[in-house]
């Protein structure tokens, strides 16, 4: 008790967002209070994009402004432990039920090519699929598929030169036929690159791929 008290004191848990100290949780009540009114309601959580061609289903929790906009680029480029250490609060649904209703059978996160870590630390989507695995009792795969081809910055681009920014990039590195699939991933636009990702995995066999992301950026 009295270590536990020490640690608090050197080193006091801090918002996941602003990085103010909190005495219980990992969100300060004006964060909280702020991204209550970021979340998507629950019968507009389902992004249907008219690029989904492959991806079954792609589900967002909030919208990419605000605190929660400000939080993930500060866990992207400064402090992925701070953000993470209240990610799975914040899944406003039970993603162990939602992972049965749809017979998931392997996690993985949106490839990221290796030149993506020169400018930042942390893969954030990395991150986020390995807690959700560990919560759902299912394996986390990061080796499913790879990104292999270094593309321009989708947000660079415009919207017409995006979906072919992507063609070709990724690889398929093990067996998927029949398998259902969940992508984690951080932040959706215009859907292009998991579109890309599910292109990719139905043609290796999948049966089903779904896309769970934290935050939906509907203002391109």
């Known amino acids: 008790m009295v270590k536990d008290s020490v640690l608090k004191f050197f080193f006091p848990h801090k918002c996941m967002f602003c990085g103010d100290i909190v005495t219980m949780g990992s969100v300060c009540l004006k964060c909280s209070h702020n991204i209550q009114h970021l979340k998507i309601d629950k019968h507009a959580s389902q992004i249907k994009h008219t690029c989904f061609k492959n991806l079954d289903k792609c589900v967002s929790f909030y919208y990419y402004k605000g605190q929660i906009r400000d939080g993930l680029l500060y ?11 209240g990610f799975a609060s914040l899944i406003p649904f039970d993603i162990t039920e939602f992972c049965a209703e749809n017979r998931i059978d392997t996690i993985i996160s949106m490839p990221a090519h290796k030149s993506k870590f020169y ?5 954030l989507p990395q991150e986020m699929a390995r807690i959700i ?11 499913v598929i790879t990104k292999s081809k270094k593309t321009k910055n989708q947000h660079d681009l415009s919207l017409t030169k995006r979906k072919n920014n992507l063609k070709g990039a990724f690889k ?14 951080d932040i959706i636009s215009t859907g292009y690159s998991l579109e890309e990702v599910a292109r990719c995995l139905k043609k290796g066999g ?10 939906y950026n509907n203002k391109l």
Not at 133 to 143: D, H
């Open 119 to 123: 400018t930042q630390e942390y893969d």
């Open 172 to 185: 398929l590195n093990t067996e998927v036929k029949g398998k259902n699939i969940l992508i984690i991933d």
């Open 133 to 143: 695995a560990k919560n759902v009792g299912l394996q986390y795969n990061k080796n």
């Open 206 to 215: 999948a049966a089903m791929v779904i896309a769970v992301v934290f935050a």
């Open 75 to 85: 866990a992207k480029y400064k402090n992925c432990g701070r953000f993470l250490d």
